[in-house]
């Protein structure tokens, strides 16, 4: 039995899945020509040293035994209990995910979801499965290869970042990365080779150097490493900075390892005081972790020789929890309680999981299975944006993600109800797109209804089903029509803060929707400019805004334009010209 597994006895629970997938696989071999049961041993080691359970253990080794074996899931129950069963079976339904996806047979990530939403660990043993796989994957065909590895980069390492195992989900980036994309490794590594190495000589040399100076202020224990970037995290840095190498600041990092909070701090002075730090580059995330629960800090400063390099600095405790994730503090309860198979208690009510209860929750409101998967893909698999709220509360979003799908995330009202956004303190448009790092904060009017031109913009499909949900129940013979024209108005104002809301609580004391707001705030002018537009309102409604706008304190000045409904209705056109509304008035 290889080290890790030997400490468990031969009729423990893992010792006698050891013996009975060893006999099951007996004469089996893999595409490499090793027997087949090494594939199972290694996955069993993988899970064996992220800490997971004895049932975990033994569901690792028996994983492919229904797959592949003549033995069934009932014989692994009658042998090992419903617990192994039920992690077998979880996992056995995940073998058919892979090349099907694609061709619309979402019901196998569905099942995939809806197991690993149960139960982490099932997803835990996939990852590790995998792994192995993907450390395998020289022996398989060029064209399994490339599905193997395409999905890997897809699905697999995106959701062991989600889980915090930001180190799995490098390995298996890299591990993928030459098969998914050949020419662009080919090329990454023509780019990068030699730099890569001076960069590494560079930064082994920078090591001592930084244990002199972290001893020099009293942090003589600090684990000193070095690293050059990884290659897929670095190719996909150079894909948003138009391949141009120069723009990379972390090509080189440094990590100090530190035994308490306080001297991470410290250490970053030290730091600061040795090398001047790049503006803007730093980040706390102890203060304020990544969603994932990723801590740390992180600045970057023109190190010895002016080159710039990046330091990440944190706790032996976070350290772990960045490379192991979850599974650092893996807190199965052995004992179940309540005949729920789910035991995963005492992580449940993490911040970082309750992606997996959104999932869960989710997956049961979609009613077509290709929705799902498509609004799985854009909402959990692609890259992240981390915006927060004025409150400083870290809400994550899929980049390209816009104010209105923040206030969806935060509330489906306040989604509705949206007329317009601030953005790290500038109105910003409804449409534009929001960056990691942004504060956003929203402007609500009361009883506003969502615009269908929404629709066009919003990234999420948790704001796009809200929004059509509402429309279909909102009154269709205004909200969205394009042949219903628009009343704007043009308000001059002495910028001063809370004008805007006051702006909008008159339009919603008459019930009035706006449909836009936009504010210019140049600072170069003494007034500003606020837009609105809501949909045609009766002649005494407008009267009454009008007047309304006008008492707001710091007012100058209201313009309003009607502009006219489609021409494909020219009595509603005309009958509007016939109520005596002028076309522009000043007022
Ligand atoms: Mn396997």
């Known amino acids: 039995m290889p080290s890790s597994l030997t400490q468990y006895p031969k009729e423990s629970l893992v010792g006698r899945a050891y013996t009975f997938a060893e006999e099951a696989h007996r004469g089996a071999t893999r595409a490499s020509g090793d027997p087949y049961f090494t594939h199972a041993v290694a996955v069993a080691e993988t899970v064996a040293n992220w800490g997971l359970d004895e049932a975990s253990i033994a569901a690792a080794l028996l994983h492919d035994i229904a797959e592949d074996t003549a033995h069934t899931l009932d014989d692994l129950e009658r042998e090992f209990g419903a617990e192994v069963r039920f992690l077998v079976e979880g996992l056995t339904k995940l073998t058919a995910l892979p090349h099907k996806m694609e061709g619309g047979e979402a019901e ?119 690293r050059a970037k990884r290659h897929y995290s670095l190719y996909k840095k150079l894909l948003r900075h138009d391949m141009d190498v120069s723009k990379i600041y972390d090509l080189v990092a440094v990590r100090i390892v530190t035994g308490a909070i306080a001297e991470c701090y410290t250490a970053l002075g030290a730091v600061h005081q040795a090398w001047p730090p790049l503006p803007g580059r730093f980040k706390d995330y102890i203060a304020r972790p990544k969603p994932n629960g990723y801590r740390s800090l992180h600045t970057t ?4 020789n002016h080159k710039i390099t990046e330091f990440q600095i944190r706790t032996k405790e976070m350290h772990e929890e960045a490379e192991l994730g979850i599974a650092a503090h893996w807190a199965y309860q052995q004992v179940r309680g309540s005949g729920n198979v789910s035991g995963w208690r005492g992580v449940r009510d993490r911040r970082e999981l309750r992606w997996v209860e959104q999932l869960r929750n989710w997956q049961q409101s979609f009613g077509s299975r290709d929705e799902f998967v498509r609004s799985l893909k854009t909402d959990f698999f692609k890259d992240r944006i981390f915006v927060l709220t004025p409150e400083s509360d870290v809400v994550d ?96 104002n002495e910028d001063r803060p809370g004008y805007l809301k006051e702006v909008t609580a008159a339009f919603g004391n ?27 309102i009766p002649q005494h409604t407008l009267e009454k805004l009008l007047v309304k706008l006008k008492a707001i304190p710091g007012t100058r000045e209201v313009r309003f334009t009607h502009r006219g409904g489609a021409v494909t209705t020219p009595h509603r056109g005309a009958s509007r010209g016939g109520r005596g509304i002028p076309r522009r008035s000043k007022t």
């Open 108 to 226: 196998n990530l569905r099942r995939f979801i809806v197991s690993f939403a149960e139960d982490l660990r099932v997803l835990l043993i996939k990852l590790a499965d995998r792994l192995h796989n993907m450390r395998t994957l020289a022996a398989l065909p060029p064209e399994r290869q490339r599905r193997f590895a395409s999905e890997t980069l897809e699905i697999y390492a995106p959701l062991a970042y989600r889980l915090g195992m930001q180190k799995l989900s490098g390995d298996l980036e890299d591990l993928a990365f030459p098969y998914a994309l050949p020419e662009e490794y080919a090329w990454l590594e023509r780019t990068v080779r030699e730099p890569y190495e001076e960069r590494l000589a560079y930064a082994q040399a920078l090591i001592p150097k930084v244990r002199e100076l972290l001893a020099a202020h009293g942090i003589g224990d600090a684990a000193v490493d070095a």
């Open 301 to 304: 400063v023109f190190c010895i």
């Open 397 to 492: 979003l899929p980049a390209g993600a816009t104010p209105v799908d923040f206030a969806y995330r935060i509330h489906s009202d306040i989604g509705d109800q949206c007329v317009g956004a601030r953005v790290n303190g500038r109105i910003a448009p409804l449409d534009g797109e929001l960056h990691s790092g942004d504060v956003v904060e929203i402007i609500t009017q009361r009883g506003k209804k969502p615009s269908e031109d929404w629709l066009r913009f919003v990234k999420t499909a948790q704001a796009k089903q809200r929004i059509r949900g509402a429309l279909r129940a909102a009154d269709r013979r205004f909200i969205g029509r394009a042949d219903a024209g628009a009343v704007e108005f043009r308000i001059t």
């Open 510 to 536: 008459l019930k009035v929707n706006i449909t836009r707001l936009s504010s210019d705030t140049d600072p170069r002018r003494t007034f500003a400019r606020v837009t609105a537009e809501c949909p045609p």
